[in-house]
């Protein structure tokens, strides 16, 4: 547990305790491809637990595919929807497209120039203004997988940080009082494939990323973790937290932007899902500093068990079925509304 004080949690009718600052879901890109009724039935759901937070991603190389030429529709609809449901929206911008990459780059690739994702962030954000106004910058660029792979690995957290210092100012710009989230960091260990949390923002720091975040976000669960494994998550946040304050960001909200467990076949039963997840939302209420906390995702993704990354769904299975999880939640919902 932390050193500093617990916060004053909401503790909810049965065993569900969630964090002041609220909960949310997250979900992946696929949330961009539904059906308008596929997307009401998972926002409906969403909102009958009582969450108040929607992580939204914003694929850049959906919307721009061509430079200066902008295509809103998909993400209008969901920003639209997520609202009439009461949700706060956390957007997630990230994917840049080929035109901005490098030759030769991966697909997950930074662009080019940390310019066009900035005008990019600014044209988001002033589209959004109202309706939108916390803004996090990328997807856990801490594994090679999410930045750009071995090309970018040696240097990942500095090129991070250029990117982000130029899209906080732009954001800031066109928005007043946004909350720019960086960050978004994956429980990873320090090898050729990723670094952990907290190295990654040590060399945040180094690179002069203090003044360009009013939040860091943290993605502290594996999959199907083992006791052991979540003890060395947990102890990696606090090295996280440790730095901040070093560093003199004691005021600023560590996000949790992800948590959850994978159904898939090698993973965790439905049941078990229900309950390590409540304990993720009741480490994250007992920590003085942790803002929102989002639980992914939303829904099953396939109806095959074989994938581990198709079966995040928390609250629905593929064919909409609910889950252990959406049970308790909506019942501890109901009984706090009454």
């Known amino acids: 547990m932390t050193s500093e004080a617990p916060q004053s949690s909401r503790r909810v009718p049965g065993p569900v305790v969630v964090p002041d600052a609220g909960f949310g879901f997250a979900d992946g890109m696929s949330i961009l491809s539904l059906t308008p009724r596929a997307l009401e039935r998972q926002l409906t759901a969403v909102e009958r637990t009582g969450a108040t937070w929607l992580r939204v991603p914003v694929n850049w190389s959906q919307i721009e595919q061509r430079r200066g030429r902008f295509q809103w529709t998909v993400l209008d609809r969901v920003v639209r929807k997520a609202r009439r449901h009461d949700l706060s929206i956390l957007a997630n911008i990230s994917q840049a497209p080929r035109w901005a990459r490098a030759l030769l780059s991966e697909s997950s690739a930074p662009p080019q120039d940390p310019s066009t994702y900035a005008r990019f962030s600014a044209a988001v954000a002033k589209r959004y203004r109202g309706k939108i106004t916390h803004w996090e910058i990328w997807n856990e660029p801490n594994l090679n997988g999410s930045f750009g792979g071995i090309r970018t690995h040696g240097n990942a957290p500095e090129l991070y940080s250029r990117l982000l210092k130029p899209a906080y100012r732009a954001i800031h710009r066109v928005q007043r009082r946004p909350v720019v989230v960086a960050g978004a960091l994956a429980a990873g260990t320090d090898s050729s494939s990723s ?77 078990a899902q229900r309950r390590l997840i409540l304990e993720q939302l009741e480490a994250a209420a007992g920590r003085a500093y942790v803002g929102p906390a989002f639980v992914y995702a939303i829904r099953d993704n396939g109806a095959s068990t074989a994938e581990v990354g198709a079966n995040f769904g928390s609250l629905l299975s593929h064919d909409f079925e609910p889950k252990p999880l959406y049970r308790t939640l909506r019942r501890s919902h109901r009984s706090r509304s009454e």
């Open 195 to 271: 670094y952990s949390m907290s190295a990654f923002v040590r060399r945040m720091y180094d690179a002069g990323a203090r003044g360009s975040f009013d939040a860091l976000a943290l993605h502290p669960y594996i999959g199907s973790g083992t006791d052991a494994t979540r003890r060395r998550v947990y102890a990696d946040v606090q090295r996280v937290r440790r730095l901040m304050v070093e560093h003199r960001n004691k005021q600023l909200a560590i996000w949790w932007t992800e948590l959850g467990h994978s159904t898939w076949a090698g993973g965790v039963s439905p049941q």
